[in-house]
């Protein structure tokens, strides 16, 4: 048995190939698809920046309830009236000078 090596033959040559271009393919997937990492991150931001809005929204609207709960018929802040009259109409008092 000596000088006899064992030499693969072509099937088992294109058995490699594929299962190298299969795992190769797997990889890509699993990075770039649809469901890979690198979707994962983009869609991390995205939830971050959906936050992010909502907080800035939720705050706004807890403002404006509170201007609108001020300005309702159970409570009635005078200042505020006054100053809501004074943007919307453009009033002012007579003893009031305007500088512009």
Do not use: C
């Not at 005078?78 to 000078?97: H, K, P, Q």
């Amino acid at each position: 048995m000596t000088g006899q090596y064992f030499r693969p033959g072509l099937g088992s040559a294109v058995a490699l190939a594929i299962v190298l271009m299969l795992g190769g393919y797997f990889t890509f997937a699993a990075v770039q698809g649809d469901h890979g990492l690198f979707r994962r991150v983009q869609i991390d931001a995205e939830i971050r920046a959906l936050e992010a809005e909502r907080d800035r929204l939720a705050a706004e609207l807890a403002r404006l309830e509170n201007l609108t709960a001020r300005l309702s018929d159970h409570w009635l802040d005078l200042d505020l009236l006054d100053e809501r009259a004074r943007d919307v109409l453009g009033v002012m008092r007579a003893d009031e000078a305007v500088i512009r």
